[in-house]
């Protein structure tokens, strides 16, 4: 079983409008960690946003937010206003266990097109 | 703050060479992963080095294989080179250290292409 799943390959926006991406995750572990990164077509992945599984509230960062149900598994990503530069990839990726010495498992990541 | 930084760009090999990809890590940073990203599809873990010892690996042969420098940065090399391997490198670092959510933050990749 896939344990990160993105099941929006493509997502179209207008600018200024806000959209979400979705991201489900499966894991056994009770200590865990949710990252959104954005991959623009040169290829960095640029981080965005991460949820502590034991994190009371949802995470903010800016235009960017974390809509965090764990009884759901699900861990979408909200962004609000949409710009033109946020035409990317968008990735949800997990990291189970404590932190240190810990990996990443990412989805197949969702498309972004915003049109003006 | 100097972030990750990879070398090289891009390079262009033939079946059954050898490639080395070096990354530097995010000033301040002491582990290292490196992750592999076929065209279309999320970023695969290949293997993390910390204390220059590969501390965990991924579903990767060992014709895959790596090293930390004394100064954390990294290579990673692959023997044999197979048309299968053509992909997007990346390399990201970490701080093991860290007691909140040891963020990997992610060079800008090498992209081989294996002909």
């Known amino acids: 079983a896939q344990k990160i799943t993105q099941t929006q390959p493509g997502m179209f926006v207008q600018e200024k409008e806000a959209v979400t991406l979705d991201c489900t995750y499966d894991?056994?572990?009770?200590?865990?960690?949710l990252f959104w990164y954005k991959q623009p077509s040169s290829g960095e992945m640029i981080f965005l946003i991460y949820?502590?599984?034991?994190?009371?509230q949802n995470a903010t960062e800016g235009r960017y937010s974390l809509n965090f149900q764990k009884a759901r598994k699900s861990a979408n990503l909200v962004i609000s206003a949409s710009q033109l530069g946020d035409s990317a990839m968008y990735f949800c990726?997990?990291?189970?266990?404590?932190?240190?010495?810990?990996?990443?498992?990412f989805g197949k990541g969702t498309m972004l097109l915003v049109s003006p | 703050d100097a972030g990750v930084t990879q070398s090289p760009t891009h390079l262009i090999k033939t079946r059954g060479q050898q490639v080395t990809l070096r990354c530097s890590p995010k000033?301040?940073?002491?582990?290292v992963s490196w992750y592999q990203q076929a065209l279309g599809q999320g970023p695969q873990f290949i293997f993390q080095?910390?204390?220059?010892?590969?501390?965990q690996r991924g579903n990767f042969p060992d014709r895959f294989s790596g090293h930390q420098f004394p100064n954390y940065s990294s290579e990673l090399n692959v023997n044999a080179l197979l048309l299968g391997d053509s992909a997007l490198y990346l390399c990201?670092?970490?701080?093991?250290?860290?007691?909140?959510?040891?963020?990997?933050?992610f060079g800008p990749g090498t992209r081989l292409t294996v002909l």
């Open positions: 949820q502590g599984s034991y994190d009371q």
């Open positions: 080095y910390y204390e220059e010892e590969e501390r």
């Open positions: 990726a997990m990291r189970e266990g404590r932190s240190g010495y810990s990996t990443l498992t």
């Open positions: 990201a670092s970490s701080l093991v250290a860290s007691t909140s959510t040891d963020t990997q933050y």
């Open positions: 000033s301040g940073h002491d582990t």
């Open positions: 894991t056994s572990d009770p200590s865990y960690g």
